[in-house]
């Protein structure tokens, strides 16, 4: 008779506790997980998939209007937000659907319900204790409203995707890449968008050229932007009956808005776990402290995703699910490189990255080169529409190893997936000279990038 119920007991369903106890079953451990919203957590039902489906409606709007510049002759369009919503919601209930599937076709155990953590080797869920040699702590992050005053008001990007009517005027909060997102988004759809940022860049965690030049091409197509601003309050008249706002600034401007979406964050998903009661460390914000191998400051207690808070992508929770799996019920001890991990954001237009900033590369290698140009694609000399493209390179000068790859234009993020691997292999600015080039590309300008900046 076994010591425990399970040898692996997830609390969690998302991108990284789904592939953890997925790959645990299939190594023959005997795997439960428990989630208490929805199958396939943030990613699946209000980030990652939902955001994209809103990112590609968003950009039908302006697909149509450049096509009279091809010969096309197309009457206004019309957007409908109802029909979007229902189409979004068939498709989350297909994948809440196949994670299901995925699961207890493994061989997991699903169950529904908050687990929280009683001992180093035993959760509780709905009144019931259930034992398990290994417990993952895999519950994701959350958004976060700052407390001003009636924001009670505003949205986060949880309930964005849920919004009865889509508003006529709205102001999104934050200058990262879900506020830039959205700010796309809304205003793609049609909805007169002002963006407020309390820095003075977008996206300062990313290389400073690539959120300048977004910035400025958000602006060309029609995105307000405030710099060092923040919102102060937010009140609803008492006379307006139609669910307007009104936004006091930090500075004592005052904005009218029919709706405000925070994107100014997220934290780690760890309360009322009862964590720190067994003895779990908690960085300040509440993130699981782990080490190398995702194990916690208790030996049979692990984390990984978001509620780490390393890095808040789906692929590297899927890889770090992946690691716990195979380190404890396979022949593997590995950690996760987390160099060179390739993102892109979904604005308007799209951002990709790999690599270091150019920041990051001289702080790290001293001189470096820097490659880098803008350009009105091929796409748009038809169109008159003045969208510009930036692409960039940084390159170890003493090595000519390429240690940073940017980009700001249409299918960014596909463009990038292939230079990530040229950069996980190592590849110089040598090597990019002599490959040739897919003609006539965008993407042929990173391999006849010749001229120093």
């Not at 889509?166 to 997102?181: F, K, N, Q, S, T």
Request: hydrophobic content about 40%; charged content about 20%; proline content about 4%.
């Amino acid at each position: 008779m076994t010591q425990y119920d399970y040898d692996l007991f997830t609390i969690g369903a998302g991108s990284g506790g789904v592939r953890a106890s997925r790959y645990a079953a299939r190594l023959g451990a005997r795997v439960a997980i428990a989630e208490e919203r929805y199958l396939g957590g943030t990613c699946v039902n209000v980030g990652c998939i939902p955001k994209k489906l809103f990112s590609y409606a968003a950009h039908y709007g302006e697909d149509i209007s450049h096509a009279k510049g091809y010969g096309w002759r197309v009457a206004p369009p019309a957007f409908d937000w109802p029909t979007l919503i229902a189409n979004k919601d068939r498709e989350i209930e297909r994948l809440n659907a196949v994670y299901a599937k995925l699961l207890t076709g493994a061989g997991v155990a699903v169950l529904d319900g908050r687990a929280t953590i009683v001992d180093e080797h035993t959760v509780e869920l709905g009144g019931r204790r259930i034992s398990a040699r290994y417990i993952l702590i895999a519950t994701g992050g959350w958004p976060v409203v700052p407390p001003v005053p009636g924001a009670e008001y505003a949205i986060s990007s949880n309930e964005v995707f849920h919004l009865d009517r889509l508003p006529r005027r709205v102001l999104v909060v934050g200058g990262g890449y879900i506020a830039v997102e959205f700010a796309s988004i809304f205003h793609g759809l049609g909805v007169d968008t002002t963006l407020i940022y309390r820095g003075e860049r977008l996206l300062k965690e990313f290389d400073a050229d690539l959120g300048a030049f977004l910035a400025a091409q958000m602006q060309i197509k029609g995105v307000r932007i405030r710099y060092r601003s923040n919102i102060a309050r937010i009140d609803r008249p008492a006379q307006d009956r139609d669910g307007s706002l009104q936004v006091t600034l930090d500075d004592g401007a005052s904005l009218d808005t029919d709706g405000v979406m925070y994107a100014t964050g997220r934290a780690p998903n760890t309360r009322s776990l009862a964590l720190e009661h067994v003895g779990v460390k908690l960085a300040t914000n509440g993130a699981v402290v782990v080490n190398a191998y995702f194990q916690s400051s208790v030996p049979s207690i692990y984390a990984v995703g978001d509620v780490i808070d390393r890095m808040l992508l789906t692929p590297v929770a899927l890889a770090e699910g992946m690691i716990v799996a195979e380190n404890l019920f396979g022949a593997s001890d590995r950690s996760l490189d987390y160099e060179n991990i390739p993102t892109a954001i979904f604005s308007n237009p799209n951002v990709g990255t790999v690599g270091l900033s150019e920041a990051k590369a001289r702080e790290r290698h001293g001189e470096v080169d820097v490659f880098r140009t803008t350009f009105g694609s091929l796409r748009h000399q038809l169109t008159g529409s003045g969208e510009k493209v930036l692409m960039k390179l940084v390159v170890d000068r003493k090595t000519e190893r390429v240690l940073g790859v940017h980009m700001v234009g249409p299918d960014a993020g596909e463009i990038i997936q292939g230079f990530a691997v040229a950069l996980k292999c190592g590849a110089t600015k040598r090597q990019f000279d002599a490959t040739i080039g897919i003609h006539p590309t965008i993407a042929e300008e990173f391999v006849t990038l010749r001229e120093l900046v």
